[in-house]
């Protein structure tokens, strides 16, 4: 069975760094993309960052500039490095795994990450 386990959610004051990091437990085939997404109180689940195999990156316009996803396909991880670190940030972050055959998603348990003004 297929689990993402995600590590380095936290408490961080506002302008602080975070480096969240995902990996599988198993190895992942046919994957299309890996990346994060983030779910605050109250809000729906959004997409912040997200790495294609072929290397492509796209981010939500509220974190380009500030973070940085980068992945490793083989080895089937992908880490997201948060910097300047705003009180909106604030969510639980699960990482995510498409692939082109079924199942077409995997996805971690989340991880909280905390930021103070």
């Known amino acids: 069975q297929v689990r993402l386990v995600e590590s380095g959610g936290g408490l961080v004051q506002a302008g602080g760094s975070l480096r969240l990091s995902c990996a599988a437990s198993?190895?992942?085939?046919?994957?299309?993309?890996m990346g994060w997404y983030r779910q605050a109180p109250g809000k729906q689940r959004e997409l912040v960052a997200r790495i294609t195999s072929t290397g492509t990156t796209n981010y939500a316009d509220s974190v380009k500039g500030r973070f940085t996803i980068s992945g490793d396909g083989a080895k089937n991880t992908v880490n997201l490095q948060m910097n300047s670190l705003k009180p909106e940030d604030t969510a639980v972050y699960y990482c995510?795994?498409?692939?082109?055959?079924?199942?077409?998603?995997?996805w971690g348990q989340g991880t909280q990450v905390t930021v103070s003004s």
């Open positions: 198993v190895s992942i085939f046919s994957i299309n993309s």
């Open positions: 995510n795994v498409q692939r082109s055959v079924n199942p077409r998603d995997y």
